[in-house]
C-alpha cells in the first residue's frame, strides 16, 4: 500500500495542478462527483454530488467518498484520519481525492467552457424577444379559436354591433341659471 500522491495543505501541490484546485474550491462538489465517477464501476457521480449539496449531510459524504477512493487506489489511511481531514479542511480533501481519483482540472474546466460556448452560440436577445413576441401573438390567436369554437366568445363585428345598440343616449350640456344669478352646466339626455 502506498500514500496519496498530493500531500494536505501542501501549496506545491496545488500549483502543481491549480486548475483542479481552483475546482476543488470553487466548485467542490462537481470535483466531488468527477471523482465518484472515476473510481467506481457503476459511477455514482450524480448522487455525490447530489448530497454534497444539502447543508451537513456534505460532511458524511465526504469521508466515505475519501476513504472509497482510498481503498481502490490501494492508499494508506483509516476512516478516522478521513473523517478528521474532511472536517478540518474539506477543500484539500477534494483536491486530493480528485487528483487520485484522476481528475484533469485543465480538461474539465475546457469541458465546461466548450459547453458553455455552444449555449452562448447563436444567442441574440433581439432574436430571442421577437421569438417571444411571436409565441404569445399565436397563443393568444389560439386562445380566441378555442374560445370561438366554444361559442364562448362572438366575432368583433357582432360584438361592434352589440354595442351600439347598448350605448346611452347623448348627452348635451347647457347653461341653467341658479336662483343666485350663476350659470352652471346641467345635463340633459335627449332619446
Not at 459511477?43 to 447543508?55: A, F, N, T, V, Y
Not at 441574440?124 to 421569438?131: A, G, I, R
Not at 401573438?137 to 351600439?164: F, T
Request: hydrophobic residues 35%; glycine residues 10%; negative net charge.
Amino acid at each position: 500500500m502506498g500514500a496519496f500522491e498530493y500531500g494536505l495543505l501542501n501549496p506545491v501541490s496545488c500549483l502543481g495542478d491549480w486548475k483542479l484546485c481552483l475546482l476543488s474550491y470553487l466548485v467542490p462538489w462537481a470535483v466531488v462527483g468527477m471523482g465518484a465517477e472515476k473510481v467506481q464501476e457503476e459511477g455514482d457521480g450524480i448522487r455525490c454530488l447530489i448530497l454534497g449539496c444539502i447543508p451537513l449531510v456534505e460532511y458524511c459524504v465526504l469521508p466515505f467518498w475519501r476513504k472509497n477512493i482510498r481503498e481502490k487506489k490501494g492508499v494508506d489511511g483509516n476512516f478516522f484520519f478521513d473523517v478528521l481531514a474532511s472536517y478540518c479542511c474539506p477543500c484539500c480533501v477534494v483536491f486530493q481525492g480528485g487528483h487520485e481519483a484522476g481528475v484533469d482540472g485543465a480538461l474539465e474546466i475546457s469541458k465546461t467552457l466548450d459547453i458553455m460556448k455552444r449555449g452562448c452560440e447563436g444567442f441574440s436577445p433581439k432574436k430571442e424577444m421577437e421569438q417571444a413576441k411571436e409565441q404569445t401573438k399565436e397563443a393568444a390567436e389560439k386562445a380566441k379559436d378555442a374560445s370561438l369554437k366554444k361559442g364562448e366568445a362572438k366575432p368583433d363585428g357582432e360584438k361592434k354591433e352589440e354595442e351600439k345598440k347598448e350605448e346611452p343616449a347623448a348627452v348635451e350640456l347647457q347653461p341653467v341659471a341658479k336662483e343666485n344669478g350663476e350659470s352652471a352646466a346641467a345635463a340633459e339626455t335627449t332619446a
